[in-house]
C-alpha cells in the first residue's frame, strides 16, 4: 500500500496551495479519504473528508469556505485545494484512506504559511 503526498511548500499569507495524494497498491474506489494536519506541539486533526465515489464531502471549521477535497477514482489521487491561507495553517499535511477496519496513511507533506 503506498500513499504518496505532494504538493507542500511555503507561501505567504493569502495565497494558495494544492496537495495531491497518489494511491497505489490497493483498491482507492472503495476508500473513503482524509486529509489530516498536525502542527508542532499539536495533536494531528482532520480536515477534510471525501466518500469512496466523492459524493459526500466534510470539513473542519477552520478550513471550510477555504479548502476543497475532490478525488479522481480513475487516477487514483485525492487533492486539497488550499485557499486564502493563514500562518495557522501551517502543519504538516497527511492523507489517510479508509474503509472499515482498514487505514493506511501517507508520510506526510509540510506546509508552511509565513510572510
Known amino acids: 500500500v503506498q500513499l504518496v503526498e505532494s504538493g507542500g511548500g511555503m507561501v505567504q499569507p493569502g495565497g494558495s496551495l494544492r496537495l495531491s495524494c497518489a494511491a497505489s497498491?490497493?483498491?482507492?474506489?472503495?476508500?473513503?479519504m482524509h486529509w489530516y494536519r498536525q502542527a508542532p506541539g499539536k495533536e494531528r486533526e482532520l480536515v477534510a473528508s471525501i466518500t469512496s465515489n466523492g459524493g459526500v464531502t466534510n470539513y473542519a471549521d477552520s478550513v471550510k469556505g477555504r479548502f476543497t477535497i475532490s478525488r479522481d477514482n480513475a487516477k487514483n489521487t485525492v487533492w486539497l485545494q488550499m485557499n486564502s491561507l493563514k500562518p495557522e495553517d501551517t502543519a504538516t499535511y497527511y492523507c489517510?484512506?479508509?474503509?472499515?477496519?482498514?487505514?493506511?496513511w501517507g508520510q506526510g507533506t509540510q506546509v508552511t504559511v509565513s510572510s
Open positions: 489517510k484512506a479508509v474503509r472499515v477496519f482498514r487505514a493506511y
Open positions: 497498491e490497493f483498491t482507492f474506489t472503495i476508500y473513503d
